[in-house]
């Protein structure tokens, strides 16, 4: 059985220079093109497949549109996102929210609510 804590929390916390930019303040906004999707546990196994590069379509402003519009994209997305309320997200390898704003991302992750310490 496959540990989400320990998965995930290896990828957490390896943040990039982009990512601690995000946090303080300092990114660019710009249209996010060319991101990559990486999802874990089990919203892998439902999607099957552990990662994507996708072109965010015109609209598309917050983490809470993308789950929306990948929900969109096919029965295994719509079984991934049936409960959007679980499913926790990182961008550039940093958690947030889902009405985070994802211009200027480069990598967006989906995973399920970890546990353990």
Known sequence: ????????GKWIREPTRRAA???????????????KLRYFAWVRERIGKPE??????????????LMDWLSR????????FNNRKVIRAAI?????????AIAGAREIAFFPPMTGG
Do not use: C, S, W
């Open 1 to 8: 059985m496959i540990d989400v804590d320990v998965l995930v």
């Open 73 to 80: 994209r096919g029965e295994e997305y719509a079984h991934a």
């Open 21 to 35: 930019r995000a946090r303080n303040g300092r990114m660019l906004a710009r249209k996010a093109k060319g991101v």
């Open 92 to 100: 550039d390898q940093t958690h947030v929210k889902p009405d985070a």
């Open 52 to 65: 994507e590069e996708i072109d965010v379509p015109a609209g598309i402003a917050t983490v809470a549109d």
